[in-house]
C-alpha cells in the first residue's frame, strides 16, 4: 500500500509541476488541495505529498495564513537569471573556440536546434528543448557544480522563456538564426556565431520576458 501511496504521490508531483512549468498554473495562482485532488482525480494524501515536494523547490509557497501559491516571478528574477546565463554561457561559449572543440560542439548543438524545430508547435515543448540546449553550451566546462547552478534554476529558466515568446520572440526567427549559429560555429567564427546567442537569447529573450504582465 505504501508503494502505491508513494507512486501517486510521484504521478500528483509530476502533473502539477508540469502545469507550473507550462503556466497551466501561472505565477500567483492560488492553489487549494481540494482543486488539486479535483482535477487530478486522487485523495488527498498524495496530493498533500506533492505538495510538500514542491514546496521544498520553491515552487509553491505558503503564506502565515497557510494560503498556496505558485511562485511569482519577479523582474529582480528575470534580471539575476539573465545575467547568470550570460555570464556562465558567454565563458562557455568562448571556450568553445579557444579549445579548439568549436566543430565538435556545432554537431552537439544542432542535435538540440533540430529537436526544437520538431517542437515549434508546442511552447512549453520547446522551451524545455531550449534549454537543452543551453545545457549543451555549458557542458565544455565539465563542471558538475555548474551543472548543478543550471539544474537548480530550471523550473524558472523554462517559466521564464515562455514569457519572453508569449511577448515577442518568435520561435521560427529564434530556430533560423540558431541554424545560423550552428554554420558559423562550424567554420570557427566565433563573433558572428556569439553575436548570434547574445542577441537572441539574451538581450531579446531578457526585454521580452520583462514585459510580462
Not at 536546434?113 to 531550449?130: F, I, N
Request: glycine share 4%; hydrophobic share 35%.
Amino acid at each position: 500500500m505504501a508503494e502505491k501511496n508513494t507512486s501517486l504521490a510521484d504521478q500528483a508531483y509530476e502533473k502539477i509541476k508540469q502545469n507550473i512549468l507550462n503556466l497551466t498554473y501561472p505565477p500567483g495562482m492560488v492553489l487549494t488541495e481540494s482543486m488539486l485532488t479535483r482535477e487530478l482525480g486522487m485523495s488527498r494524501s498524495p496530493v498533500r505529498t506533492a505538495i510538500q515536494m514542491l514546496q521544498s523547490e520553491g515552487l509553491i509557497v505558503s503564506d502565515y495564513y497557510k494560503s498556496m501559491t505558485v511562485k511569482e516571478i519577479t523582474d529582480t528574477d528575470i534580471n539575476e537569471i539573465y545575467q547568470l546565463r550570460e555570464l556562465l554561457e558567454g565563458a562557455a561559449f568562448r571556450l568553445i573556440f579557444t579549445s579548439g572543440r568549436y566543430e565538435e560542439y556545432s554537431y552537439r548543438i544542432e542535435e538540440k536546434v533540430v529537436r526544437m524545430c520538431a517542437a515549434a508547435g508546442d511552447l512549453y515543448d520547446w522551451e524545455v528543448a531550449d534549454t537543452a540546449m543551453h545545457m549543451e553550451i555549458i557542458s565544455i566546462f565539465e563542471n558538475e557544480r555548474i551543472n548543478r547552478i543550471y539544474e537548480n534554476n530550471l523550473s524558472e529558466l523554462i517559466r521564464i522563456g515562455q514569457y519572453s515568446i508569449k511577448n515577442g520572440m518568435h520561435i521560427p526567427v529564434t530556430n533560423e538564426n540558431l541554424k545560423k549559429m550552428v554554420t558559423y560555429m562550424r567554420k570557427g567564427n566565433y563573433e558572428k556565431a556569439y553575436a548570434i546567442l547574445q542577441k537572441d537569447h539574451f538581450r531579446i529573450g531578457h526585454d521580452t520576458a520583462l514585459i510580462r504582465h
